[in-house]
């Protein structure tokens, strides 16, 4: 199979889908891997690299999605990418189809047979390729809270972890997941104090377990949602559906009840967010302020660290993706069911549940009767 990987052109975004030692394992595999001329440089990999793997270059990305069978990249393709869309071809990258209807509708049109990483999901119901970003964004959303309280962002002025005579600032995670975990594992290592809702008793068991009398854990209801985000400094977004539209837990009305320079960072903005004041943004200009209240909604905030981020998301792609190149998307589906849940858009279909459920006037069918 003819594998591509371009350069990544969305806001500061500086990941790669393939690194060298990728590439060596795809070619290894007897695979022809094509990579466009400075698509590695944003992560510190050189092209000379590339090329020491076995990876042929190319000039222009055109030339690596006309050629290629299957396309690995890390964000969803812009507008300027969809008329290079072939009939057939297989597109492994995050997607994030639920909060995107123009993306949606070219990938239709395109008959592009789509690998989503968010929506791949294990037989112990994880999501592997979701998981690493979640990660990094669930330990980056403390990092960029901390900074945006700082008076002249418009925050409160105060300092996380206070000093000895100082209140210590109050973080809220809405959502107990792989990103909640990680906002909380950071913002207790700094000496916030921390409430955590969840509304998966069995999940706040767990973080109880972990991190005791360190942190307060509530169920998620809309009233414990605004008594806690009322007296919070800062709070952190991390509600998902796999593929799904986010629930708007976050409610507008809360921004007139919170402290004046109290901050948002809603790191489910990728799937349209779980705010409703929450507007998508970039690491160009990452916040606004709304009824006083600081808003930081990138969506891309991995890109932010893309040498972290690139080893890590190659680190749990690259498995699923040579099964794939060895066999094509549907033999790979057959000898690996897994793959079946990544699938999101098929010969002009729709063939993720989540997904069809934001976009009713297409058709849909479910991956694992496609084929």
Not at 89 to 95: A, G, P
């Amino acid at each position: 199979m003819v594998v591509g990987c371009v350069k990544e052109i969305k806001n500061n975004e500086f990941r790669v889908g393939m690194t060298p030692d990728n590439v060596k394992s795809y070619v290894n595999a007897g695979h022809r891997v094509l990579v466009e001329c400075g698509a590695g440089v944003g992560s510190g990999f050189q092209d000379e690299e590339y090329a020491a793997a076995g990876a042929e270059l190319t000039a222009s990305a055109k030339d690596v999605w006309d050629a290629c069978d299957m396309m690995v990249k890390v964000k969803e393709p812009l507008p300027e990418e969809y008329n290079l869309f072939h009939d057939g071809m297989i597109l492994y990258t995050y997607l994030h189809l639920a909060a995107d209807p123009e993306q949606t509708e070219a990938l239709l049109k395109g008959k592009v047979k789509t690998v989503a990483y968010e929506t791949l999901m294990e037989t112990d119901r994880s999501l592997p390729l979701l998981a690493p970003m979640s990660q990094i964004a669930g330990r980056l959303s403390i990092q960029e809270g901390t900074k945006y309280l700082e008076k002249r962002f418009g925050g409160e002025g105060i300092l996380l972890a206070g000093v000895p005579g100082t209140p210590k600032a109050h973080v809220v995670i809405l959502g107990g997941g792989t990103v909640g975990m990680n906002a909380c594992k950071i913002a207790v290592g700094i000496g916030a104090d921390v409430t955590i809702l969840d509304i998966n008793l069995k999940r706040l068991e767990y973080l109880d377990d972990i991190f005791g009398a360190r942190i307060q854990t509530l169920l998620s209801n809309d009233s414990n949602i605004e008594r806690a985000v009322t007296s919070a400094d800062l709070v952190i977004g991390s509600v998902l559906i796999p593929g799904g539209a986010t629930p708007k837990i976050f409610k507008r009305s809360y921004l007139s009840k919170m402290k004046n320079g109290s901050v948002f960072v809603d790191v489910a903005i990728d799937q349209g967010g779980c705010g409703e004041s929450s507007h998508v943004t970039s690491h160009d200009d990452p916040i606004y302020i709304e009824e006083g209240v600081v808003h930081y909604c990138v969506g891309n905030m991995p890109g932010a660290v893309p040498r972290t981020s690139t080893i890590a998301l190659t680190n749990a792609t690259l498995r699923y993706g040579l099964q794939i190149a060895e066999s094509g998307l549907e033999e790979a589906c057959r000898k690996n069911p897994v793959i079946y849940s990544g699938i999101n858009t098929y010969d002009g279909m729709i063939a993720n549940k989540n997904v069809a459920d934001c976009y009713p006037q297409y058709e849909y069918k479910d991956a694992c009767e496609l084929f």
